[in-house]
């Protein structure tokens, strides 16, 4: 079974700076979708980035990008010139990609805190 | 666009109680989900329908039920709520037809089972 694991509860940063969460996942499969979602304080699940595992480019979506290491399983996202809206829970989650497996597994998540 | 609509935002019950969760999307999407979301285990796959008049078990089904009312709308029933069914549930969905997987949340629900 796939698991995925955010082994950061909890990290801080300060306003303007950059910070990195981890995520790491267990699969057997050789095509597969990596996540990173937002939850703010309003509940609402926002997809941040996604990568797709046959491409070797990392993916990035303006201040957001992720560092993708396919051969050690591991997706983590980066912050640049942090900013108080980034303040969030963050989730890391996997899906293969073979039609018919419609599980997205998540991550635990990582609490945000952006220090002005 | 209203997205995935859920209702009701929150609701309180009593051991026994049963209730409805609604889930309706206006995306014309062929998947949708009820995921749980509890402090410190992240969000939990109850069930999933990948199309209009299928459903499959998640990870934690117990204690649920569900149903593909058609396209747009997928419930989820506890039919004896219990104080372990508190929690925040969520409801997805998913295009299909375009494999890339990316799910779009409602804004949760807050079930409190006293």
């Known amino acids: 079974a796939q698991t995925v694991t955010q082994s950061q509860p909890e990290m801080s940063v300060q306003e303007a700076e950059t910070v990195t969460l981890s995520c790491t996942y267990d699969?057997?499969?050789?095509?597969?979708?990596l996540f990173w979602y937002k939850q703010p304080p309003s509940r609402q699940m926002i997809l941040v980035i996604r990568?797709?595992?046959?491409?070797?480019q990392n993916a990035t979506e303006n201040r957001f990008s992720v560092n993708f290491q396919k051969a050690a399983k591991s997706f983590s996202l980066k912050i640049s010139d942090s900013q108080l809206g980034d303040a969030a829970m963050y989730f890391c989650?996997?899906?293969?990609?073979?039609?018919?497996?419609?599980?997205?597994?998540f991550g635990t998540g990582t609490r945000l805190t952006i220090i002005p | 666009n209203a997205g995935v609509t859920q209702t009701p935002k929150f609701q309180v019950l009593k051991t026994g109680q049963s209730m409805t969760l609604q889930c309706a999307q206006d995306?014309?999407?062929?998947?949708m989900y009820w995921y749980r979301q509890d402090p410190g285990m992240g969000l939990r796959l109850i069930y999933y329908?990948?199309?209009?008049?299928?459903?499959d078990k998640g990870e934690v089904p117990n204690g649920y039920n569900v149903s593909r009312l058609n396209k747009r709308e997928f419930s989820l029933r506890l039919e004896s709520a219990a104080p372990s069914q508190t929690s925040v549930y969520f409801c997805?969905?998913?295009?299909?037809?375009?494999?890339?997987?990316?799910?779009?949340f409602g804004e949760g629900s807050r079930l409190t089972v006293l």
């Open positions: 699969t057997s499969e050789s095509d597969y979708y």
């Open positions: 995306m014309n999407h062929n998947s």
């Open positions: 329908s990948a199309s209009e008049g299928t459903t």
């Open positions: 989650a996997y899906r293969a990609t073979n039609f018919g497996n419609e599980k997205l597994t």
């Open positions: 997805a969905s998913r295009r299909a037809e375009k494999n890339t997987g990316e799910l779009f």
């Open positions: 990568q797709e595992a046959y491409k070797q």
